[in-house]
């Protein structure tokens, strides 16, 4: 059984660019969901994917935005970057919408200079 | 609010027991986590408790739950050196997304 993988491990990017973000869920686990981790903070909850579609969503502009496929690995976009964005992304594995435990991988740390 | 409220830093001796404390804030959530992160690292579940609990013991980790005043505690007993890290709450929310609220982190100090 895979654990949660992430890629890229860390990222450098400069305000008003674009980036992906991708993950790969745990081995039978059909829901991904994305978390931002401030430096300092708690994670806060991004969206969920749940076989392919956006299952909820937490307080994020639009310029977020993510993908599941057909095998349940995920993406997660992010336009015109801003410096507030500088994050530690962390996405969550489980089964049906989250019910069961959720797994995170190890995050990809994004910085916006 | 939304707000998960832990305290900020604890500093134990190694073999002490070590408590972790976190007020959440949703009657309603049907689980409440506790994920341990290293520096750099992504978050390791710890252990987890069902709302109509109020006790979970797992090898050196006790949690205590109680509902009336929204408290949840971890105990590690015998804590080591390699327990030093940033041990965050959680509570999972109800509804279809089942989204993870979590505390701003508990940073544990085992001194030698």
């Known amino acids: 059984e895979t654990g949660v993988t992430q890629s890229p491990t860390h990222l450098i990017k400069t305000r008003g660019q674009q980036v992906t973000l991708r993950c790969s869920s745990q081995?039978?686990?059909?829901?991904v969901s994305w978390y931002q981790q401030a430096l300092g903070q708690g994670p806060q909850f991004i969206f969920q994917y749940y076989r392919e579609e956006e299952n909820g969503r937490g307080n994020f502009p639009p310029r977020f935005s993510g993908l599941q496929f057909p095998n349940y690995s995920s993406e997660l976009n992010v336009n015109a970057l801003e410096l507030d964005d500088s994050a530690l992304y962390l996405c969550a594995s489980s089964l049906d919408q989250g019910v069961g435990e959720q797994f995170f991988g190890p995050g990809t740390r994004l910085t916006v200079l | 609010g939304e707000d998960v409220e832990q305290s900020l830093f604890l500093s134990v001796r190694e073999g002490d027991s070590s408590v972790i404390n976190c007020t959440y804030t949703d009657s309603s959530s049907t689980y409440l986590y506790w994920y341990k992160q290293e520096p750099g690292a992504g978050l390791q579940l710890l252990t987890y408790?069902?709302?109509?609990?109020d006790m979970k013991q797992d090898q050196r980790l006790t949690v205590l739950l109680n509902k009336k005043d929204k408290h949840l505690s971890l105990r590690i007993a015998d804590t080591q050196t390699g327990d030093s890290a940033i041990y965050f709450c959680?509570?999972?929310?109800?509804?279809?997304?089942?989204?993870?609220?979590f505390g701003t982190g508990t940073l544990l100090a085992v001194q030698p």
């Open positions: 959680a509570e999972r929310r109800g509804g279809a997304t089942n989204k993870l609220i």
């Open positions: 408790i069902f709302s109509n609990m």
């Open positions: 081995s039978g686990h059909n829901t």
